[in-house]
C-alpha cells in the first residue's frame, strides 16, 4: 500500500514494497535483512523487495539476481512514482542521503537511511525537518545505527535505564579497525570529503557516539578533540602502486578526511566521555567497544565478542567482586527469541535484520522509529563540534545539546 499525501493510492495489501538505492556493502547487508527478517520474525506486513537501483545497470542487476530484487531502476526519482513502493532505503554515500531521503518522505515514502544521516548539521538538519513533517502524515524515518539491535548492547541499555549503575560517572568509547594501515591500500569514496563528509570520524565515529548516547540516555554537551591523516594520498583504485611505486599507472589521489580522531565529552548529566575512532589501530578489525562506568557498577562491550556484555555489580560483596560475562543468547534477552538456543550467537547480519523488523512494526503501528532522523542529526552536532575543536587545536566546542 502505497501512501501519498493524499493518502492511500490502491486497495491496502499486506505487503510491503521495498526499493533500495544503493547496492555494496552495506546494500548486501541491507538486502539480507530485508528477505531474512519475515523469515524469523512475525511481521504485520510482509517486506517485498520491489526494486534495487544503481547508476550501473549491470551491478545493480547483479546484486538483484543475487537477492532477489523484482526489478532494477537507474535513476532513484522513479522509484518515488511508483505505487508498488512504499519504503525508500538509502545504503549510498552520504553526500546523496539529504535530496533522496527529503524527496522521498515528501513524496510519503517512508524511508530508512544509512547512517551518518548526512554529511553536514545543515543537510542533517533539513532531513529531521522533512522527517517530523512527514510524521504528521503518517511517514516514518529512521536511521541506520544497526548496532543499537545488538542484543548485548539492547541489554545494556536497559542495565543502565534500570539505574543497576547508580550515577554515571564515565563513558569510555572506541571503534577501532585496520583497514588502511597499508599505505598502498587504494583510494576510494570513504577517503573523500566531497562524497563521506568526514573520514573515520563519521563513518564509525558516528556508531559509538550513538550507541553512547543510546545506552546512557543522556547527551553529549561539550567536546574537545584531534583528527589526522596520517595517509594524505593513495592509488587511485585500481592502480595500486607496487612496493617502490612499481606496476600500476602509479596514479594517486589526495586522501580529503581523517584517519583517525579523539576527543573527551562532557555529558548532560555530568558523566565524562573519552572516545576513539581509527582505520589505523593495527591488529583490531571491528572492534567497537563502549565501558560505562557508575557509583553501583559498570558495563562493557567489545563487538569482536559482540554475544558477550560484562557486568560488574559493585553492590555484591568484594570477595565477589569483579566483571562478569553475561553470554547473550536467552530467549529472554533482546531479539534472541526468535533465533537460536541458548550459546548458538548471533553475527554483523543480525542487527540489520533487527532494524528492519522494528521498522516494519512501527510502519505498521503508526509510531515513530528510532533511532529518529532527530537522534541523526544529535550525533552530526557532535561530529561538527569534534571537527572544528580539531580545526582550532583542540578547544572545547559545544554540541547544541
Ligand atoms: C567501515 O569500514 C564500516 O563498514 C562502516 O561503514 C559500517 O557502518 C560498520 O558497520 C562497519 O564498518
Not at 548486501?28 to 530485508?34: E, G, N, P, Y
Not at 522533512?130 to 545494556?156: K, N
Not at 553492590?315 to 531479539?335: K, N, Q, S, W
Not at 503508526?366 to 542529526?377: E, V
Request: glycine content about 10%; hydrophobic content about 45%.
Amino acid at each position: 500500500m502505497s501512501e501519498t499525501t493524499n493518502g492511500p493510492t490502491k486497495e491496502p495489501t499486506n505487503e510491503l514494497g521495498v526499493a533500495m538505492v544503493g547496492y555494496a556493502f552495506m546494500g548486501a547487508a541491507h538486502s539480507q535483512a530485508w528477505r531474512t527478517a519475515p523469515a524469523f520474525f512475525d511481521l504485520p506486513r510482509r517486506p517485498r523487495l520491489a526494486a534495487i537501483c544503481g547508476r550501473d545497470a549491470d551491478a545493480a542487476g547483479a546484486v538483484a539476481d543475487r537477492f532477489g530484487w523484482e526489478s532494477v531502476e537507474t535513476d532513484w526519482r522513479r522509484l518515488l512514482e511508483r505505487d508498488d513502493v512504499d519504503v525508500i532505503d538509502i545504503c549510498t554515500p552520504g553526500d546523496t542521503h539529504a535530496e533522496i531521503a527529503i524527496a522521498a518522505l515528501e513524496a510519503g515514502k517512508h524511508v530508512l537511511c544509512e547512517k551518518p544521516l548526512a554529511n553536514t548539521v545543515e543537510e542533517a538538519e533539513a532531513m529531521a525537518e522533512a522527517a517530523a513533517a512527514a510524521s504528521a502524515r503518517g511517514v516514518r524515518a529512521m536511521v541506520g545505527f544497526t548496532y543499537r539491535r545488538v542484543p548485548a548492547v539492547s541489554l545494556a541499555q536497559r542495565i543502565v535505564a534500570s539505574g543497576r549503575l547508580g550515577t554515571i560517572r564515565h563513558v569510555r568509547g572506541q571503534y577501532l579497525q585496520d583497514w588502511l594501515v597499508d599505505e598502498d591500500a587504494p583510494m576510494s569514496w570513504r577517503l573523500d570529503k566531497s562524497k563521506a563528509g568526514s573520514g573515520a570520524l563519521g563513518d564509525i565515529g558516528a556508531h559509538v557516539i550513538d550507541m553512547a548516547q543510546f545506552v546512557t540516555g543522556s547527551a553529549i554537551t561539550t567536546v574537545s578533540g584531534l583528527m589526522e591523516t596520517f595517509v594524505t594520498s593513495r592509488p587511485v583504485a585500481g592502480e595500486r602502486a607496487t612496493l617502490g611505486g612499481t606496476g600500476g599507472s602509479g596514479e594517486r589521489a589526495d586522501v580529503t578526511v581523517d584517519d583517525a580522531a579523539a576527543f573527551t565529552a562532557r555529558f548532560d548529566d555530568g558523566a565524562l566521555g573519552v572516545f576513539e575512532a581509527t582505520r589505523f589501530a593495527t591488529g583490531r578489525k571491528n572492534a567497537l567497544r563502549l565501558e560505562v562506568n557508575g557509583s553501583l557498577g559498570s558495563i562493557a562491550f567489545d563487538f569482536e565478542d559482540m554475544n558477550v556484555l560484562e557486568l560488574h555489580d559493585a553492590t555484591l560483596p568484594a570477595e565477589e567482586a569483579g566483571f562478569r560475562r553475561i553470554l547473550v543468547t536467552e530467549a529472554d534477552h533482546p531479539y534472541v527469541a526468535a533465533w537460536w538456543p541458548p550459546g548458538h550467537g548471533l553475527g554483523y547480519e543480525h542487527g540489520f535484520t533487527h532494524q528492519v523488523v522494528d521498522l516494519v512494526h512501527h510502519i505498521a503501528e503508526g509510531t515513530d522509529p528510532a533511532p529518529s532522523f532527530a537522534d541523526g542529526l544529535a550525533v552530526q552536532r557532535v561530529l561538527a563540534a569534534v571537527e572544528a575543536s580539531s580545526d582550532a587545536a583542540g578547544t572545547i566546542q559545544k554540541t547544541g545539546a
